[in-house]
């Protein structure tokens, strides 16, 4: 005689909305960032064993069903323990904020007792708004930190360097650009002198 019984549903499970999914690796992480396009995305990281993520988790699907223009990410400690000291995530429950271009914008641990720290950055960063460029997600260091860490499986490639003055002069003589095309004298004094700064052609 064979017994079964259904299994039970996990509490970081519970009451899960279209707008929350569990990250399944690094990459995942950093691609659902950049992927993200304007939108705010709260990453919650978790663990199974800590009691405080597993009060907190009922008001965070609340949150997530009230605000289903949020993208919600989990990310479990246990499982993802290298990528989260390779993130500087040390206490439990912890949430970052991150919106389109201006990346990370915010950061913090709050439990149900402080809950006001998370209602309150949901309120300033979650209205609508356009940001200029492309989604910017975990800041270079996060990601050269991720590329290092031997446990992963994640690769990450510094943007090559452009000199400002050849960025410059490369978007002047673009065809049908915005710009006309700078005179002598102002590309020379681009080029002269340390001030020549540089600038990233992109992820």
């Given at each position: 005689?064979?017994?079964?019984?259904?299994?039970?549903?996990?509490?970081?499970?519970?009451g899960?909305?279209p707008?929350?999914?569990?990250?399944?690796?690094?990459?995942d992480?950093?691609?659902s960032l950049?992927?993200?396009?304007?939108?705010?995305?709260?990453?919650?990281?978790?663990s199974?064993?800590?009691g405080?993520?597993?009060a907190l988790?009922?008001?965070?699907?609340?949150f997530?069903?009230r605000?289903?223009?949020v993208?919600?990410?989990?990310?479990n400690?246990?499982?993802?323990?290298?990528?989260?000291y390779?993130?500087?995530?040390?206490?439990?429950?912890f949430?970052?904020?991150?919106r389109?271009?201006?990346?990370?914008?915010?950061?913090?641990?709050?439990?149900?007792?402080?809950i006001?720290?998370?209602k309150?950055?949901l309120?300033?960063?979650?209205?609508?708004?356009?940001?200029?460029g492309p989604?910017?997600?975990?800041?270079?260091?996060?990601?050269?930190?991720?590329?290092?860490?031997?446990d992963?499986?994640?690769?990450?490639?510094?943007p090559?360097?452009?000199p400002?003055?050849?960025?410059?002069?490369?978007?002047?003589?673009?065809?049908?650009?915005?710009w006309?095309?700078?005179?002598?004298?102002?590309?020379?004094?681009?080029?002269?002198g340390?001030?020549?700064?540089?600038l990233?052609?992109?992820?």
């Open positions: 005689m064979n017994l079964s019984f259904p299994k039970a549903t996990r509490w970081w499970h519970k899960l909305q707008n929350m999914r569990e990250i399944e690796s690094a990459q992480l950093a691609d950049l992927n993200a396009g304007d939108k705010l995305v709260v990453v919650d990281f978790f199974p064993g800590c405080g993520c597993r988790h009922p008001k965070i699907a609340q997530a069903e605000n289903p223009d993208m919600f990410l989990q990310v400690y246990e499982t993802h323990k290298s990528m989260c390779s993130l500087h995530v040390h206490v439990l429950p949430f970052r904020f991150y389109g271009a201006e990346g990370r914008v915010s950061s913090f641990s709050c439990t149900n007792a402080t006001n720290k998370f309150d950055a309120a300033k960063h979650g209205p609508e708004r356009c940001s200029l989604a910017r997600g975990l800041e270079e260091s996060e990601l050269l930190a991720l590329a290092a860490n031997k992963l499986q994640f690769t990450y490639e510094k090559d360097l452009v400002l003055a050849e960025a410059i002069a490369k978007e002047a003589a673009a065809p049908g650009g915005p006309f095309p700078l005179p002598v004298s102002a590309t020379q004094l681009l080029t002269q340390p001030e020549n700064s540089l990233s052609s992109g992820r």
